[in-house]
């Protein structure tokens, strides 16, 4: 257990929808990534918040948006969803910004399936 | 630019034989480079991580990794396959923006089989 949580685990919804994920990092770690893996991309970073600022964007669609509130937890918003939406979403936490040998500590995921 | 290549997509072993997943990685400068794994249904767990200070990395459940810069690689092995070794295991470089930030960037993943 990496001590980062996700919740809902799985999440079914139609096309054009908007859903809500939702992540609380490990305590005590002030940065949240955001990652989606699909069968057909992969592993791919969305964004990056730092102690509620955004920091770093990675391919992420304009129908996506996310934020980190002040208790640090984060959301991912997804909006009009498409069928290739469907993916593992994956939030993860490190202790600070830069630390190059930080690694960062995973959840379990959301899988989203958009029908 | 930085990136990572991981060499095989599939690799399968038998129980008890030594596993060997290959991974390369381009970088402008001094990487810094992890393994994870991903057992099916579950996150990404951190096997192990190459911080500079030695150029083979001890990592859990026995696995190893060698640093090597004139080959710029980072390949993973481990002495005897279990039959919970099988997964799928990524490669990933850290890439630092000038903004003083990082992100990790992961290969596309080699899953392991491990057959009795």
């Known amino acids: 257990d990496s001590g980062v949580t996700q919740t809902p685990k799985h999440l079914i919804t139609a096309t054009g929808q908007r859903v809500t994920l939702r992540c609380s990092p490990r305590s005590g770690d002030l940065s949240v990534y955001w990652y989606q893996q699909s069968l057909d991309q992969g592993l791919q970073f969305l964004i990056h918040y730092y102690n509620g600022e955004e920091r770093a964007k990675g391919n992420i669609l304009e129908r996506f948006s996310a934020q980190q509130f002040p208790d640090l937890h984060s959301e991912l918003n997804l909006s009009s969803l498409e069928l290739g939406d469907s993916a593992l979403y994956f939030c993860?936490?490190?202790?600070?910004?830069?630390?190059?040998?930080?690694?960062?500590?995973f959840g379990p995921g959301t899988r989203l399936t958009v029908l | 630019a930085q990136s990572v290549t991981q060499l095989d997509s599939h690799v399968s072993v038998s129980e008890g034989t030594p596993v060997l997943l290959r991974c390369n990685y381009s970088s402008s400068y001094s990487p810094s480079l992890f393994w994870y794994v991903q057992h099916p249904n579950k996150g990404l767990q951190l096997l192990l991580k190459y911080t500079s200070a030695a150029t083979l990395v001890k990592g859990i459940n026995g696995f190893e990794a060698e640093f090597k810069k004139s080959e710029t690689s980072f390949h993973l092995t481990k002495p005897s396959a279990h039959m919970s070794d099988a997964a799928e295991y990524f490669c990933v470089v850290s890439y630092m923006f000038s903004g003083g930030y990082n992100k990790l960037i992961f290969g596309a993943g080699t899953r392991l089989a491990v057959h009795p």
């Open positions: 993860a936490s490190s202790p600070g910004l830069a630390e190059t040998y930080n690694e960062q500590f």
